[in-house]
């Protein structure tokens, strides 16, 4: 109603609030709706935050040893608890996060660039290059990713950057099979044929027209798919072949609280939380970037 030409508000709270998020975007409102959605973006903002933050919210240096305190379970001093050479877990925990996310986001960037570039080039040219393509891809998929992970990096050698190009390779195939599958069904459209009959070369319709309508799906992917990337590499680090001591490496930190489990069930378990609460809380996000992002899931829930 209008007073004193003021318009006055006079629906119930829960209008009143959906009215609130009405001029953000549509993926904002959706992931800030759906309650899982905003647990992941949430939890991941403060992973972000804590690895960026790291040098000045960690208690000690990562490397700090205190041999006198070594194996020291959770207490005021130690909220986590120290490690075999008397390092405060929690300050590698942090460090950590540093170390997973940045694999993660490179790792799945090279991917990206890569497996995206191959599938617009399959399902845009199509014949004996989108056969020759997949076929690749193809073979890729055939070997387990841990197995190829591994085998990747008995050739390049353990290191951090390695781990990053190894974890890239295996991921390759997903984001090529996603941008083809889209390329397909998109390549034969009004709007493709139309820019095409105004003179439309194949590069300016597969990267101006065709790939700004697949990105939708490839963002989810990668944000699927940096989770994936930190389980991969936490599996290499505690196999020996990712990251290297004494950097913080929650793998690393899991591998060498697997012997002393019985004295220090500390060291492994919150090493092991840290892996889960993250790859959980990035799926999360990804779920909910994809119910934002596709809008046959959004039809769905309205009930169309």
């Not at 014949?127 to 841990?146: E, Q, S």
């Not at 004494?246 to 919150?270: D, H, I, K, N």
């Not at 779920?287 to 992002?293: I, M, N, P, V």
Request: neutral net charge; contains cysteine.
């Amino acid at each position: 109603m209008t007073t004193g030409g003021r318009v006055i508000d006079t629906t119930e709270d829960g209008a009143a609030g959906s009215r609130e998020t009405e001029g953000l975007p549509k993926v904002v409102r959706t992931l800030l709706q759906s309650r899982t959605a905003f647990f992941g973006l949430v939890l991941s903002v403060l992973l972000v935050v804590a690895a960026v933050l790291a040098p000045w919210i960690a208690p000690y240096r990562p490397d700090e040893i205190h041999p006198i305190d070594s194996l020291m379970a959770p207490s005021a001093r130690y909220w986590l608890g120290t490690d075999d050479l008397g390092r405060d877990i929690l300050s590698r925990i942090i460090f950590g996060a540093r170390v997973s996310l940045m694999v993660g986001t490179i790792a799945i960037g090279i991917a990206a660039v890569a497996g995206v570039s191959l599938g617009l080039a399959a399902g845009f040219l199509g014949g004996r290059i989108d056969g020759l393509i997949m076929r690749v891809m193809d073979a890729l998929l055939a070997f387990p990713a841990i197995l190829l992970a591994i085998a990747l990096m008995a050739v390049l050698g353990p290191s951090l950057e390695n781990a990053m190009i190894a974890i890239g390779i295996i991921s390759i195939p997903a984001f090529a099979r996603i941008t083809r599958a889209n390329v397909l069904s998109l390549r034969e459209k009004e709007f493709v044929e139309a820019a095409r009959a105004l003179g439309g070369g194949g590069f300016y319709l597969a990267s101006v027209i065709i790939l700004p309508n697949c990105l939708s799906p490839i963002i989810v992917q990668a944000s699927l798919g940096v989770g994936n990337a930190i389980l991969v590499e936490a599996a290499l680090s505690f196999l020996g072949l990712g990251v290297q001591p004494p950097e913080p490496s929650w793998g690393s930190m899991l591998a060498f609280g697997r012997s002393l489990l019985g004295q220090a069930p500390w060291y492994a378990t919150f090493s092991g939380l840290a892996i889960f609460v993250t790859v959980l809380a990035l799926n999360f996000l990804g779920d909910g970037l994809r119910e934002a992002l596709d809008p046959r899931l959004r039809s769905v829930e309205r009930g169309v």
